[in-house]
Every structure is written in C-alpha cells, then in structure tokens.
C-alpha cells in the first residue's frame, strides 16, 4: 500500500496562487458572499499563509506557505469525531465523510494548523461557476466541515483506469490538482513509502521540515525551507 | 375541605401552591415573551444555517458551547451540594436541598441543550447513537449529562414522595398526578425506612456522577492540543468553578424566592452565613486554580500558549480577564471575609458577581484559545449575533419559568424533612453531640435534658 505525500519547496514558490484557485474549482468548495468573507468565512482548502514580514515598510517581503491539509500521519481530528466523518484511509490520506458529518467542529477546534472550513451556510453560487462544477465532487450542503482530500476523488479516477487497462498504477497516474496547477513545479506528489519516489527523495532533503512537527501530528505534508 | 381548613404548622410552604399574585403571571408573560423571541431565533438559525451566529474561523465554537459549559456548572448547585449536606449530616441543609435539586434539573435539561443548537446539522444528532465513536470526549460527555440529568431527577423525586403525599391528602387541584407519584406513600416506618435506604444510595452514588460530568466537559477542551485547553489541571479547575457557580446561582434563587413566598421564618439569615461561608471557601480554592493554571502558563512561556495568555492578560480579552478576576476574587473575598458585610444583601451582591464571573471565566477560556491559532491566520474579534443572544435569553428565561412553574405544582422547601427536623433531629442531633464528648450517653438522660431545654 502506498503512502501518499507532499513536498512543497518554498525556494521554488512564487506565491502566485494558482494551486489556491485550482483547489478551489477542482473542488466545488463554496464561494461565500463578500460580507461573509469579511466575517472570516471565506472557504480554502489550499491557503497562501503568510509566515512572516521581513524588512520595513515599504520595502517588506513577506514569507509565505501555500498550506493545504497536512494529512497527518496522527491526525488529531479524526481522533476527536463522536461518528467516524473524518477517518485515515489505509493509503494515509485522512478523508471526509460528508453524510455523517454532523457539523459539532470539534474536530476544527482540534486541529493544530486550524485547516479545517465549515459551510456556514449555503450561499447561490455565480451562475459561471455553476456550470463548471466538478462531477466528481459532490456539493456539500450547510453545516457541516471538509477539507483538503488530496483530491481523492482522482485517486479512484487512475486506479479505475489502471484496472480497465490492466496495468498497475503508475506514479504519475495521480495528482491533486494543486499539484498539476503549479507552473513553477514547486510541488512534489507521490509515494512516501517508495524510497526512489521524487517525493520521498524530497522529504529526506537537508532543507525539508514539517510544520510544528513538535506536536507529534507526523505531517505528511512537507515543505523544504527557501534558502537565499 | 379545602386546604384552607388545614391548619398546618408549615402552611406557608403550602400556600405557593394553590395561591398566585398578580405579579406572578406578569412575570409568566414577559418570560413566556423572551422565551418565544428566542426560539424565533432558534428556527431563524436552523433554516439559515449557523451563518446566522457570530462564529467564523478561527473561532468556531462560542456562545453555545459556553453557555454549555456555563449552565452545567450551575447545575452542580444542586445534587452535588444537597448530597454533599446531607452527608455531612449538616442539619441547616433541611430548607435548602429542595431548591437546590431544582436546579439542577432544569438547568441541565436546558444545558445538555446548547451542544444540539451548536451543531451544524441537528438533523443528523441520531448519528451520535448509531455509529457514536466511544474514543471522542463528545460521546463521554453525552454519557455523562445523561446520566447526572437520570440520576439527579431520580434523587429529586425520591426525597419529595411524602411531600406530594401529603398533597395528595390535602385534596385539591392536581389531585391525579399526586395520587401516581405518591406511590402509594403512607408514611409507614417500613416505607419511611425504604425512603431513606433509598436516599441514602443515590446520594452517594449522585457525588461521583456530578464530579465525573464537569471533569469531562473539561475534557472536551484539555483533551485537545490546543494552547491554553490541553492542561492536566482542567478537570478539577472545572469542578471548582461548577460548584462555585452553582452556590452563587443557589442563593441567589433561594433569596429571590424567599422574598416572593414569605419564606422568612424558614430561610434564615444563618442559612446564608453559612452558604456565605462555603461560597467564601470555594471563592479561594477557585483562585487558588486559576493562579496555578496561568502561573504555569507563564513561566513556561511557550511562544503559542503566551500569545494566548497575553490575548486574555493585555489584548483584546483584558477588560473581560480583570473583570473576572474583579468579580470572582477580589469582590467576594471582601464581602465575605467582613462581618459588616457578610449580610443577607451583601452575599446575594457576591453571588451575582460571581455568576457573571464564572460565566466570563468560560469565555475566558474558550474564545482566547480558538482566537490565536499555532499558524499565522488573520483573526478577527469574535461578536455574538442576536440569534445568539436571543437564544442565551430564552435559555434563562426558561429556567426561570421552570423553576416558577415548579413552585406551583410541588412545595419549594422540603416539608417532611422540616417536620422531621422539629421532631426527631433535635433529639438526635444531642445525642450524637454527646457521643463526641468523653464518656457514655445515656439516652433517657439525653432525652430529659433536651426536653428540659426546650
Ligand atoms: S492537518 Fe488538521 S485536518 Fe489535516 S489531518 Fe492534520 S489534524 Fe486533520
Ligand atoms: S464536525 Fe463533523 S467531522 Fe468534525 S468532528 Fe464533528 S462530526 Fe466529525
């Protein structure tokens, strides 16, 4: 069994966003309306953090992260869920259960990088973003949380694929469409466990870290420091 | 015959009952008012979604899980104290237990609500029994308000059969459903003494099921890795501040209600000096927690637990922190450490304080937390919205409309343990007086001495 995970080098990232607005169609995940958005309401699943301001005004240089969900390897959502909508797959990506979610956001208090969004409501979606809607998603009503998924659903899509063609899954067969959007190709997807794997030649690298790995989360999503 | 015929020693814990001022239904509609703009609120809520809250992100929960927490700890006025008091034997506790076990009841019926208005999707609450993950806190605490709210009902009825037997002999209105929960009580020493088998069970058995309720709503945040949440002190820290707020929230429906019945002659100033008293003690211990927990915090001074305690100490949070530390410590310990203040007046002035301080000390606990992330995300400040001010409305108004509906149907103070108490415990209570002191009690001598006194 695989183990997926991602190496995202910040030396390579421009911080253009395209991996945020690539997330954000992939998924269907809800545009809020503007005063929602002012609330702290808008919805990412992939999010340009910005870490720290160097220098002074006006002559700043912000350090930014694109963070998604950081598919722990010791999720510390899943296990405060009272009804099982949020488990870790045998692949180690931690997914959602939509229909069983019954929008408590403990599991949102509990997570350490707070990377978790919950529908607040359930606002009518531009007419042209309608139309463009995934298939592959479903559409998540008021109420209740989701997240980053790896884009699992294109997980199922290749291994469908691989077992019409009767073959293997190959490396290149899956990725997130964060992934596929980069146009710097800062981000690195694949198997972890595979130690020839891109990814796992990454994750080993002197630059790589995790994000507060201190907590004991075990990250499978991780970054490799921008060195000047 | 009417009850008027009765000449009973205690009529005025009767009279509630079957007389109503004016007053009292004036209060019934302004309260019924708040309670139905509430619920408006509530269906407002549910067919919006909980948009129609203040939460956001990075504060998801707020209101509703403090009111939680707020309201359950309120609730250990009740059968925590009463048991504890009749326990101890502490025969001052015979006015008092009653009202206290009310309390209990009614709040936690309306606390165990607010995690049901919090959630997302109520629709789907029956999950929670189906496919219910015995590893999450959510599902303890579930187990453990059902069982305190089982419990405490039982160990309020208990006690209250040969008072509704008495009801039920008066004759009167309600005359049926004191006939069934009489239960046929005639007051038989063998009934008398499956009574107090009965009593004595539950109240031993209420204790570790009230300090098991609050310990795992406290859980519920230190079992997380949250700063300021994950801290081995809180399910004690908890505790305290459930019993703290429960004797404040106690005396001051005992003073209200007092006031309403007439009920001087029974609640005596010395009932509230020594309520004032414990409230005094628990005063210091819950200070003597909040010290531990925030010194710690700040000694240690981990870069994320410091920029939650500075949130509460300097930022945006420090109006509410000193407020609390204000009304909770500072305020209390002078009402009440001072004779010329330790007045009836005086101590209902502290326990105000107090709840409005215990319900910040939730805030206090739960916003700070949420507000300031481990990751750097813009945050901004949490405000409640009607909705949730107008459900935090009816939710009180409700328990006072319990209460007072309560007040109608079954007597307030407990009138057999009265009666027993002029009895039979002055008598008892000298002779387990003189079992302390050196020597053998004789008890016909005892007897002749008391009879003589009085
Ligand atoms: S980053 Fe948060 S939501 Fe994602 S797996 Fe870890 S704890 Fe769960
Ligand atoms: S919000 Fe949904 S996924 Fe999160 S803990 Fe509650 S039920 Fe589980």
């Not at chain 2, 001052?92 to 709040?107: D, K, L, S």
């Not at chain 2, 809180?234 to 003073?255: E, N, Q, T």
Request: charged residues 20%; neutral net charge; glycine residues 6%.
């Amino acid at each position: 069994m695989p183990k997926y995970g991602m190496v995202i080098d910040l030396n390579k990232c421009t911080s253009c966003q395209a991996c945020v607005t690539a997330c954000k169609v992939e998924n269907n995940v809800q545009i809020v309306s503007e005063d929602d958005a002012q609330h702290g309401r808008a919805m990412f699943w992939m999010k340009m953090l910005t870490m720290e301001f160097d220098g002074d005004y006006p002559n700043i240089k912000p350090k930014t992260l694109p963070r998604n969900c950081m598919q722990c390897d010791e999720p510390s959502c899943i296990k405060v869920c009272p009804v099982r909508a949020t488990y870790i797959r045998e692949d180690g990506i931690v997914a959602q259960i939509y229909p069983q979610c019954i929008g408590c956001r403990y599991c949102m208090a509990n997570c350490p990088y707070t990377v978790k969004v919950f529908n607040w409501d359930r606002q009518a979606q531009p007419k042209e973003v309608e139309k463009t809607y995934n298939p592959d998603v479903s559409v998540r009503p008021k109420g209740i949380v989701e997240k980053c998924t790896f884009c699992v659903h294109r997980l199922q899509d290749a291994s469908e694929k691989a077992k019409a063609e009767h073959r293997e899954l190959e490396p290149g067969d899956y990725v997130p469409a964060c992934v596929e959007a980069c146009p710097v190709d800062a981000i690195t997807f694949g198997d972890l466990d595979d130690k020839k794997s891109d990814v796992s030649v990454a994750s080993r690298d002197y630059r790589a870290f995790g994000l507060l790995e201190e907590l004991g989360t075990v990250p499978k999503v991780r970054y490799l420091n921008a060195i000047e | 015959m009417s009850y008027v015929d009765l000449h009973d020693e205690d009529e005025t814990l009767f009279r509630p009952i079957y007389e109503t001022s004016k007053s009292f239904y004036i209060a019934v509609v302004v309260l019924t008012g708040v309670f139905l703009f509430g619920l408006g609120c509530y269906i407002h809520q549910l067919l919006y979604g909980l948009g129609a809250t203040g939460m956001d992100e990075p504060v998801s929960w707020a209101f509703y899980i403090v009111d939680f927490v707020f309201f359950i700890g309120i609730s250990h006025a009740g059968t925590l104290i009463s048991a504890i008091l009749r326990l101890s034997k502490a025969e001052w506790r015979r006015p008092i237990t009653r009202m206290a076990e009310v309390i209990t009841g009614i709040v936690l019926a309306i606390g165990g609500l607010h995690p049901v208005i919090d959630l997302g999707r109520p629709d789907r609450i029956l999950h929670l029994f189906e496919r219910g993950r015995l590893q999450s806190p959510l599902l303890w605490d579930l187990t453990s308000v059902t069982a305190y709210f089982t419990a405490s009902t039982i160990y309020l009825y208990i006690p209250m059969i040969p008072d509704i037997a008495l009801l039920r002999d008066r004759g009167g209105k309600l005359q049926n459903l004191y006939k069934i929960l009489a239960w046929g009580y005639k007051g038989t020493p063998k009934q008398k003494h499956a009574l107090e088998k009965a009593i004595n069970i539950l109240m031993v058995m209420v204790i570790p099921i009230a300090i098991s309720v609050h310990t795992i709503i406290a859980w519920i945040f230190g079992m997380t890795l949250q700063p300021g949440w994950h801290s081995t002190i809180f399910g004690p820290y908890f505790v305290v501040g459930a019993i703290y707020s429960g004797i404040a929230a106690l005396v001051i429906v005992m003073i209200a209600f007092r006031k309403l019945y007439h009920f001087e002659d029974y609640l005596k100033e010395i009932h509230f000096q020594y309520l004032g008293t414990l409230l005094l003690v628990v005063s210091l211990l819950w200070t003597y927690f909040t010290f531990a927990e925030y010194l710690t915090t700040f000694y240690g001074h981990e870069p994320a637990e410091m920029r939650v305690f500075d949130y509460k100490f300097i930022g945006a949070y420090w109006p509410y922190f000193w407020l609390m530390v204000l009304v909770n410590f500072v305020m209390p310990v002078i009402i009440l450490s001072n004779k010329k203040t330790k007045t009836i007046k005086g101590i209902l002035v502290a326990s105000i304080g107090v709840v409005i301080g215990m319900w910040l000390e939730r805030l206090i606990i739960i916003i700070p937390t949420l507000a300031n992330p481990r990751l750097p995300y813009p945050t901004g400040m949490y405000t409640p919205s009607i909705t949730e001010l107008g459900i935090a409305a009816a939710a009180t108004s409700a328990f006072i409309l319990g209460f007072m509906g309560f007040s109608k149907i079954f007597p307030l103070i407990s009138i057999w343990e009265t009666k027993e108490g002029r009895e039979s415990s002055v008598h008892e209570v000298s002779m387990r007086l003189r079992e302390y002191l050196p020597g053998h009690p004789e008890e016909a001598k005892v007897e002749a001495s008391v009879k003589a006194e009085l």
